[in-house]
């Protein structure tokens, strides 16, 4: 326990903890708040009870915080519904009459939208399923040792200039029904006939000779059961699978 002298100092100092005189300057403050630091630091030494020295630290504490103005004070208090009032919300701002309609809404007509949400849905779900299925199996159609070429060294930039030169073709309505490509190099050959095996197009490579040197020319041609183009690019048929779709 805290000895009599030391609760009579205390007193002493805390007369007035929270209310100096009217009229005191700010220097004079101050010189009470050091003099009032120095008595409890000295005080602090000398108790040994650990609840009188917590005490004295609290003590301490208080009068190293300044007072509060009212700005700060009513900050402690937010926010509602002692601070500042919340912004309205959108559904406070909406007018009763909007509001009561969509709060009403029939149960009959809320399953029917809902129901019709749902085959919507699942319509476009199915759609697209049937297009990943047309361009799965059109993957499949290349041969193997092409598909390892075209996974391990994934070009897609020249894989989309053949694409774009085969689908043109297939989707040409005139009377043209050979594309002829001059493509000189082995790996980027390779390329082409796997772009043709996917869209189920015929591709033939043949070797003439200009200037001295050998030239590769490769024949592109309709099959009978050419179709439409798949909507799935094999460019993008392979960026879903590294993505994990397929």
């Not at 190293?64 to 009513?74: A, G, M, N, S, Y």
């Not at 299925?133 to 040792?145: E, K, S």
Request: charge should be neutral; charged fraction near 35%.
């Amino acid at each position: 326990m805290a000895s009599a002298d030391l609760l009579r100092r205390e007193e002493e100092f805390y007369s007035s903890l929270f209310d100096s005189a009217k009229g005191d300057g700010v220097g004079s403050r101050s010189q009470m708040i050091e003099r009032k630091i120095e008595a409890l630091e000295d005080m602090a030494t000398k108790v040994s009870n650990r609840r009188s020295r917590r005490w004295l630290n609290d003590r301490l504490l208080i009068e190293l915080v300044p007072r509060l103005h009212v700005e700060e004070i009513k900050g402690l208090f937010a926010p509602p519904p002692w601070g500042e009032e919340l912004p309205l919300s959108a559904f406070c701002r909406t007018s009763v009459g909007e509001w009561d309609a969509f709060r009403s809404i029939d149960m009959d007509a809320e399953a029917r939208l809902m129901q019709r949400m749902k085959n919507s849905s699942e319509k476009q779900r199915a759609h697209v399923d049937e297009d990943e299925l047309v361009a799965l199996n059109a993957w499949r159609r290349i041969d193997r040792q092409t598909r390892e070429a075209i996974k391990k060294n994934f070009l897609p930039d020249l894989l989309d200039i053949y694409e774009e030169r085969v689908r043109t073709f297939i989707e040409d309505t005139s009377d043209k029904d050979v594309l002829v490509l001059n493509v000189q190099d082995p790996f980027q050959r390779l390329l082409l006939h796997g772009v043709c095996e996917f869209y189920n197009v015929t591709s033939t490579t043949m070797t003439s000779v200009r200037d001295g040197k050998p030239w590769k020319t490769t024949t592109i041609k309709k099959r009978q059961g050419t179709g439409a183009p798949s909507r799935i690019t094999l460019v993008s048929f392979l960026r879903m699978k590294k993505n994990g779709s397929q």
